[in-house]
Each structure stands twice: as structure tokens, then as C-alpha cells.
């Protein structure tokens, strides 16, 4: 893709941004907007020779032309809908149909009234002074231009604000559905969390694509736990085969906080997870798990990072990817020990199983340490089903392909047996096995 081509594509960008309505382009985030578009145009879509993205081509977003997603008439039945909720959950819900927030379909009523769950916009409007302390401060717009792009766009999101010595009676999901539209598509959902002291709190992020439509999700979550909050956060990402995900989650902790990141990849033909955890006080903890699971052509990245700016912080990290067909993963896993952290611990692994002689994986675990009283590990490892274990099966009277089917499931349970919470975990075991051959006798198996 040439130069000029990639310019006549961030002109666009710049284009739609110029459709905003004026309300938007002049209230008190006003500022801040202009200059994230500013970083945008200036920096571009980032390219294979910088090496954050060394393993990931953005070109087949950056060469087309997703139009800024302001249609309010798509519609999607409720039947539709219900066919990708948890089903018997009671919690708090927040829908957007093509990254529009639909009113129609949410449901938060009931909530107590010192916890905020809205729109973003409804938040831009009535709470800046809130949302001035912390909306784009945890997320640096100049460490990715898909940040940027984000920051420039903010419209449309969720905002969560739950206040000290509260505890939500029911968790929050918020859906992102996407649908096929006369044209490709862009929508930039932009979320923010703030917890207060000893707060606590589940959070579940889907996106899914509803048919095969061709859009490009540019998604970013902002986190900011006080001292002694909770927040448990799932991420279930399960775009279109056409569709294109960039996701950016960043996490401020304070004092004794802790925050639990699970992110399951199931979806999209190009997809780049970014998660970047600041330990910034003494007894904040965060645990990390990922499950990516590629086919055909796919490709997902994971990007992650954690900072232990503090004494006396904890962090661990396990993410397993499954690959079959012609599919390739990345995983880039970055801890820092800054030179004050003494007397932390973090660790960090990576396990690959390769289905296919085709399919291809990136890892680089990285530890970098300037404090001498810590406690590290990290490895990765890359694999095929293990030839012993699949002669058993066989002797067992189980044909091969369940019996490759039941052992790729029990790899990719590993992370999902972590996961506490029922509901989320029933439905991403539904969603894994379904990806399986012989899924209707795999679900015989594993229920017995």
C-alpha cells in the first residue's frame, strides 16, 4: 500500500471526524479531541517496521474505507439479541447495535442510586466534572494512533462510576453487536471504570457480529481502581470473519486492589489485543488470563503489559492459543520491574498448540527487571497434540478426530477452568467445544 494511499485514507478519518455534530466537536472535550485527531493524521496507521507491531499487517484496515458509524436505524430483532445473552443472568445491560447505544434494548433498571452505568454521550453531556479526572488519562493516545483515533471519536460507550464501600448486587454486560450495513463500517466504543475505595464489582464486554458483515471495531477501555476495589472484567471477543477488532484496555491500581483480566478470542479476521496494567501502590495485584483461538486465516494478537511501579505487588499471566488452518497468532508478553518495585512477584506464561502445518505463532515473553529483591518467571511453549495421550484415546475405542477434539479441548480449559464466575464460563466452554468437531459428542464427554 502506498504512501498516498495510506494519506487518502487518514483524510478520510479526518472527513468524518469534520461530520461530527457541532455539540460534539465543541463541548469541554473538545481539546482533547482535536489533538488526539492531531496525533492520528501525524503518526498513521502503524506499520510492520515498528517493532510493537512487527508481527501485524494493519493494512487491510488502513486501505479501506469504513464509514464512521452513525445510523440509528439498524435494527436487530430481539430475538437476535436474546440469542447471544447469558441466558437466566440477572444483571445490568447495556446494548449498542453498530456501536450506537440502543435505549430499547438495554436494561439497568433497578439500579441503586449512588452507581452510575450510562452512555458515554449521556456522560460527556452532564458529567464532565467527573469525567475530567479521568476520561483519557490512563490511555496514551501516543502509544498507539488506534488510541488516538479512538480519543478523537469518543461518543458512544459505557461510563461506570461505583462510589467507595459499594459492591454491585448483579454484574454489568455490556454487548456490542454488529450487523451488515449498506457500507463497511467503523464504530469507536469508548469505555471508562472508575472504582472507588473498597468497591467491587464484574464487568463482561462482548462484541460479537451478528452476521458477516465487513466493519472495523476500535474499541478502548480505561480502568481506575481505588484502594482495596475489585473488578473482575471479562472480554469476550467474537467479531465476524470479515470484521477487523482493535481493542486497548488500560488499569490504574491503587492500594491492595486487584483486577482480573480474562480475555477470550474467538472471532475476526484481524484482531490486536493491547492490556497494560500499572501496579502504581503497594498491594495492588493483577491476574491475567487469554484464550485465542484462530482457524482458516484469522490472525489475533495479544499484546500485554505490566508495570510494577510499586513495592510489594503481584502479578501472573496465562494465556493458551489453539491454531488450526493457515491462521497465525502473536503474543507479546512485557513485564517491567521498576528500579523502587522491591519485594514483588510476577510471572507469566504462554502455551501454544498448533493444529495444522500451516498455522504459525509469534511468542516473546519479555521480563525487564531494575530491582534486585523480586521474584520472575516467564516461558512460552509451542506444540502438537501430544501423540501418546491420542494413542490412548484411540485404545479407548474413541475415533480420532473426537479423540483430537476432546484433547484440544481439555488444552484450551486449562484458562477457562480459572474463571469463577458460572455464567461466563459455561457459555465460553458452549462456545470452544462448538468450534470442535463432533461438538454434540464432545458436550457427551465433558457433561459426564
Known sequence: MSQE?????IQHYLNDFEQLGDNIKSDWFSEQRQSALSLFKESGFPSSRQENWKYTDTRPIAKKEFLHSSDTSVSISSDQIDAVRFQGLDCYELVFINGIYSIDH???QGLPENIVIENMAAALAKDSELLEKHLARYADNKVSPFTALNTAFIQHGTYINVPKNTAIDKPINILYLSKNNDQPF????RNLIVMGEQSEATLIESYIGIDDANYFTNAVTE???????????????QESLNAYHIGNLNVMQGKDSRFESN???????????????????????IVMNGLYMTDNKQHIDNHTRVDHLKPNTYSTETYRGVLNG?????????????????????HQNNANLLLSDDAEIDTKPELEIYADD???????????????????????AIDEETAKSLLTYAFADE????????????????LIVGRLPDAALIREFTNE
Open 263 to 285: 480475555s477470550i478470542s474467538l472471532g475476526g479476521s484481524l484482531v490486536r489485543n493491547d492490556i497494560h496494567g500499572h501496579l502504581a501502590a503497594e498491594g495492588a495485584s
Open 5 to 9: 494511499n495510506m494519506n487518502n485514507n
Open 106 to 108: 438495554s436494561r439497568i
Open 223 to 237: 480502568v481506575s481502581l481505588s484502594a482495596s476495589a475489585i473488578l473482575k472484567h471479562y472480554k469476550i471477543q
Open 374 to 396: 523480586v521474584k520472575c518467571s516467564h516461558g512460552a511453549t509451542v506444540g502438537q497434540l501430544d501423540q501418546d495421550m491420542l494413542f490412548y484415546l484411540r485404545s479407548r
Open 186 to 189: 467503523a464504530s469507536h466504543p
Open 415 to 430: 484458562v477457562l477452568k480459572d474463571i469463577s464466575f458460572a455464567p461466563v464460563k459455561n457459555r465460553l466452554e458452549y
Open 326 to 346: 493457515k491462521s497465525r497468532a502473536v503474543f507479546n508478553g512485557k513485564v517491567v520491574v521498576h528500579p523502587q518495585a522491591q519485594k514483588i512477584e510476577a
